[in-house]
């Protein structure tokens, strides 16, 4: 698991691993990750963008940006969350991603919500 705390935005994932979706043979292995965004400060924040940067075991990087997460930009009060789940594929059994939202205060400042890296692996495959 993935925990991480800024600026009271609190960042909280796990994942797991997709066997239904994946192709090992075809190296393509399929995860979820499983996102908690929580207000755990005194200033009401929304979540304008993402960056995340993968990497796949044998050090090959992709960057993903874009507005939102899943097609929401969501607002969080202080002491409320926002959960979601979404998908990455790699073509190795082991990989990692990390990176942050940007995120807006109701006062009008940015700053950026840390993505502590976590861990993307087929079972059994770390020891």
Not at 6 to 16: A, K, L
Not at 104 to 119: C, L, M
């Amino acid at each position: 698991m993935s925990d991480t705390t800024t600026n009271g935005i609190r960042v909280q994932v796990t994942t797991r691993y997709l066997a239904d979706r994946s192709s090992p043979r075809e190296h393509d292995y399929w995860f979820a990750y499983f996102i908690r965004v929580a207000n755990v400060g005194d200033e009401t924040a929304q979540l304008v963008s993402r960056h995340w940067v993968i990497t796949n075991a044998d050090g090959e990087q992709e960057e993903v940006r874009g507005e939102g997460v899943v097609g929401e930009q969501p607002v969080l009060s202080p002491g409320t969350y926002y959960d979601y789940n979404s998908f990455c594929n790699l073509k190795t059994a082991v990989g990692t991603m990390h990176g942050e939202y940007t995120m807006v205060t109701s006062s009008g400042a940015t700053f950026e919500a840390r993505i502590a890296p976590f861990t993307l692996a087929v079972p059994n495959s770390l020891n």
